[in-house]
Each structure stands twice: as structure tokens, then as C-alpha cells.
């Protein structure tokens, strides 16, 4: 069982930065590829970024590249999201997620455990 919180999220005015953060319960968090989501109001849930166990690969949705990193401690059981230049677009809830092996995209839909998310909204 791992569980996932997250925190970070908050209100920010357009162009600026936050930092999301998700820390696990659990000592197999090492052996989990991690992954963040976000969902608007209205829209479907979508794909930001992931990470491998390692933190040696990561991978990223075409609207966030650039602009996101994804990385991870290990020895501190959490998963990090930096989110720099925010536009209005990205308002949204960020949900971190956990995964055995490597996935990409709309796979992670379909992860094994889930956070309650952390609100982002942007101002423009």
C-alpha cells in the first residue's frame, strides 16, 4: 500500500512559479514510477509528467514542456513537480500518482494509488 499527499498548490498570477510536492507512505516507494495529473473544471483528467523509479527518465505532456520538471528524492519519499512561467491555462487540481513499471500518457489514468490533490490556480 503506498499513500500519497500532496501540497504546494495555491494561487499564483500568471508567469509566475510554484512548487508541488508529494510525499509517500511506505517503504516501496523507490520501486514506484511517479506521475502527476491535473484536472479543470469541466475537462477530463490529464496527463502533466512522470518520472522512473530511478529519476533517470522523465516524460512530459507537449503543454508543459519547458515550462515543468518533474524529479524525486528518494530518500525522502516524496515527488516533486517545479512549475515555472503558469499561464491560466494550467488552473487546475494536481494529482500525484504512483505505478508499478513505466507508462506513458493516458496509462497513467489507470495507476495504482492516488492523492487527493492539491489546487493550482492561476490569474491572468
Given at each position: 500500500?503506498?499513500?500519497l499527499v500532496e501540497s504546494g498548490g495555491?494561487?499564483?498570477?500568471?508567469?509566475?512559479?510554484?512548487?508541488?510536492?508529494?510525499?509517500?507512505?511506505?517503504?516501496?516507494?523507490?520501486?514506484?514510477?511517479?506521475?502527476?495529473?491535473?484536472?479543470?473544471?469541466?475537462?477530463?483528467?490529464?496527463?502533466?509528467?512522470?518520472?522512473?523509479w530511478s529519476g533517470g527518465s522523465t516524460?512530459?505532456?507537449?503543454?508543459?514542456?519547458?515550462?515543468?520538471?518533474?524529479?524525486?528524492?528518494?530518500?525522502?519519499?516524496?515527488?516533486?513537480?517545479?512549475?515555472?512561467?503558469?499561464?491560466?491555462?494550467?488552473?487546475?487540481?494536481?494529482?500525484?500518482?504512483?505505478?508499478?513499471?513505466?507508462?506513458?500518457?493516458?496509462?497513467?489514468?489507470?495507476?495504482?494509488?492516488?492523492?487527493?490533490?492539491?489546487?493550482?490556480?492561476?490569474?491572468?
Open positions: 500500500q503506498v499513500q495555491g494561487l499564483v498570477q500568471a508567469g509566475g512559479s510554484l512548487r508541488l510536492s508529494c510525499v509517500a507512505s511506505g517503504r516501496a516507494f523507490s520501486t514506484y514510477s511517479m506521475a502527476w495529473l491535473r484536472q479543470a473544471p469541466g475537462k477530463e483528467r490529464e496527463f502533466v509528467a512522470a518520472v522512473s516524460y512530459y505532456a507537449d503543454s508543459v514542456k519547458g515550462r515543468f520538471t518533474i524529479s524525486r528524492d528518494n530518500a525522502k519519499n516524496t515527488v516533486y513537480l517545479q512549475m515555472n512561467s503558469l499561464k491560466p491555462e494550467d488552473t487546475a487540481v494536481y494529482y500525484c500518482a504512483a505505478a508499478k513499471g513505466w507508462r506513458y500518457g493516458s496509462r497513467w489514468y489507470e495507476a495504482d494509488y492516488w492523492g487527493q490533490g492539491t489546487q493550482v490556480t492561476v490569474s491572468s
